[in-house]
């Protein structure tokens, strides 16, 4: 399988198990109705960790533009530029297929919501409140925790390569990186912390044949794509900055 594939598939089993769980818990008449805030973050925290174990021997499991663009950044082992605009297309890609299948599962559930914004609330995220200067600046500390957590988890001073630690417990640990970020700081936002995840289902919601949908708020769709990329950017140099200090003998 080529990385792109990857990519898509990686990408479309997060969003399939992401907004699933998103699904369940805000479209009436489900088994998991109300289920909470706790039931949708841990549901996020697991649907990266599947993803990341079924396609990071391949890909690396970006599975999200901040994570690629901030690789290419500091010159992530032999991951370019020149594959960047790949990686994305493939990224967006899934999260549409992923978002297909989401729609498909609760086909039922869609007539029996009223609820726009709750419908809405499955493909892609909105703001607790609209602001959207401060809620720019939420998404850019959500994914700026992200990327640098997840950079620093890689480091072979954490992960020994070879050691099976680095493919057994690397997954898990992001697992629980976006467990915690969805816990300490989803709040405000809905914590996109991916561009992907966001634009490809807003997609889909936009052109999926849904029950009473409402509009898709285009926009907002800039907040969780532009605040992203920002944070990720600015993870990566903080991130090369750390690892580039010589250590005091």
Do not use: C
């Not at 082992?77 to 990224?91: E, K, N, R």
């Not at 889909?204 to 990329?229: E, M």
């Amino acid at each position: 399988m080529s990385p792109f594939s990857a990519e898509i598939i990686g990408t479309m089993i997060l969003v399939l198990l992401g907004n699933g769980v998103v699904a369940g818990v805000v479209l009436n008449k489900t088994k998991s109705n109300d289920a909470g805030w706790m039931v949708i973050t841990a549901g996020w925290g697991m649907a990266v960790t599947m993803a990341v174990y079924l396609v990071g021997a391949i890909s690396g499991a970006h599975l999200n533009p901040a994570i690629t663009i901030s690789l290419a950044m500091i010159g992530h082992g032999d991951f370019g530029w020149s594959q960047v605009p790949g990686y994305i297309l493939a990224q967006i890609i899934g999260a549409i297929l992923g978002s297909i299948l989401v729609w498909l599962t609760y086909l039922p559930h869609w007539k029996e919501t009223s609820d726009q914004k709750a419908k809405l609330a499955v493909f892609s995220t909105a703001p607790a409140i609209r602001d959207k200067p401060k809620n720019l600046i939420a998404e850019i500390i959500g994914t700026f925790v992200l990327v640098l957590g997840v950079l620093t988890i890689l480091r072979p001073e954490n992960l020994v390569p070879g050691s099976g630690f680095d493919r057994g417990f690397g997954p898990l640990l992001v697992g629980l990186l976006v467990l915690s970020i969805g816990l300490s700081l989803g709040g405000p936002t809905g914590y996109a912390i991916n561009p992907a995840r966001d634009l490809g289902p807003r997609i889909a919601h936009a052109i999926l044949p849904i029950h009473g949908k409402g509009d898709s708020d285009w926009s907002y769709a800039w907040v969780p794509i532009v605040g992203p990329v920002i944070g990720g950017a600015i993870a990566a140099f903080v991130f090369k900055w750390l690892w580039t200090i010589t250590p005091t003998p």
